[in-house]
Nanobody
């Protein structure tokens, strides 16, 4: 089992940048887990932002963030990151990190067993 803790959220003006981190802990090697970032805006369903394979060799980004957000991971530090540049007001949401050890990677939130508590990102216009 793995525990996930997000950090790095906050309030930023449109066009600005933030870097989210997802620290993992537990007795299992984090490299055994596919990981991803999801977000949920008020009144909307949770949607994928970006996901990364166990080794970090493969990534996927939603069309809405492609070219602006970059997902990465450092298995030696047990941490996953989301670098967010050129932020827009529509990026405002609670951002969650997720992990699962049953597959190499996944883009569907239903395929992730472990979730962090979320971190708020607010982008002002």
């Amino acid at each position: 089992q793995v525990q996930l803790v997000e950090s790095g959220g906050g309030l930023v003006q449109a066009g600005g940048s933030l870097r989210l981190s997802c620290a993992t802990s537990g007795r299992t090697f984090v490299g055994s887990y596919a990981m991803g970032w999801f977000r949920q805006a008020p009144g909307k369903e949770r949607r994928v932002v970006a996901v990364i394979s166990r080794s970090g060799g493969s990534t996927y980004s939603a069309d809405s963030v492609k070219g602006r957000f970059t997902i990465s991971r450092d298995n030696a530090k047990n941490t996953m990151y989301l670098q967010m540049n050129s932020l827009k007001p529509e990026d405002t949401a609670v951002y969650y990190c997720a992990a699962d050890d049953r597959r190499t990677w996944a883009t569907d939130s239903g395929e992730y067993a472990y979730w962090g508590q979320g971190t708020q990102v607010t982008v002002s216009s």
